[in-house]
Each structure stands twice: as structure tokens, then as C-alpha cells.
Nanobody, 123 residues
Framework: QVQLVESGGGTVQAGGSLRLSCAAS????????MGWFRQAPGKEREFVAA????????YYTDSVKGRFSVSRDIAQNTVYLHMNSLKPEETAVYYC????????????????WGQGTQVTVSS
């Protein structure tokens, strides 16, 4: 059974940085994609970034390019989201997910989700 456990959320001032972690277990992830999404109150879940588990190719939504970086540690079965220059409008619950390598920016492509971690960016 696949389990995803996020950590690293918290409160940070605008312009600050955080690193989120997602520890994955329950299967081998070769050929799958690990994604990060976020959801603010009253808004739809939004794609943030994704990484192909096997070849490390990365994908980002335009608004975070140059500020966020997604990486993975295969030995630790962990995916990271490094977030720099955070903005107040990026306050949300951040989720990691694993799914097929199809339409990586679409949340319905993902089969398993973590419980989420809160990120609050104060102005």
C-alpha cells in the first residue's frame, strides 16, 4: 500500500524559504511521476511541480519557475520541494502525490496523495 508523508511546512515571512519533504513507501516508483500540488482555502487544487522518478526530468507551473526546485533522493524514497522567495499568495496546504507519467499537471493523473502540509507566508 502506497503511503506518502509530507513534512517541512510552517510559517515564513514573504521572501523566505522552506523545504518540503515527501517520504514515499509501499512500492517501487520507477516510471512514475511524483507531483506537488497546493490548495488554498476556497480555491481549486493547483499543480506546482513534478519530477519523473526514474530520469529526474522536472516540470513546473510558470509562477514558480526560477524560485522553486523539485528533487528526489532515490535511496531515501523521498521527494523534496525547495521553495524560495515565497509570496503571501502562496499560502496553502501543499500535497505530494504519485501517479502515472501522463498529463503531469493534472491532479486526476495521480493515484495516491499525502495528507498535506500547511505553508503560511506572512506579509
Amino acid at each position: 500500500q502506497v503511503q506518502l508523508v509530507e513534512s517541512g511546512g510552517g510559517t515564513v515571512q514573504a521572501g523566505g524559504s522552506l523545504r518540503l519533504s515527501c517520504a514515499a513507501s509501499g512500492r517501487t516508483f520507477s516510471g512514475y511521476v511524483m507531483g506537488w500540488f497546493r490548495q488554498a482555502p476556497g480555491k481549486e487544487r493547483e499543480f506546482v511541480a513534478a519530477i519523473h522518478w526514474s530520469d529526474g526530468s522536472t516540470y513546473y507551473t510558470d509562477s514558480v519557475k526560477g524560485r522553486f526546485s523539485v528533487s528526489r533522493d532515490i535511496a531515501q524514497n523521498t521527494v523534496y520541494l525547495h521553495m524560495n522567495s515565497l509570496k503571501p499568495e502562496e499560502t496553502a496546504v501543499y500535497y505530494c502525490a504519485v501517479g502515472r507519467f501522463v498529463a503531469v499537471r493534472v491532479h486526476t493523473s495521480y493515484d495516491y496523495w499525502g495528507q498535506g502540509t500547511q505553508v503560511t507566508v506572512s506579509s
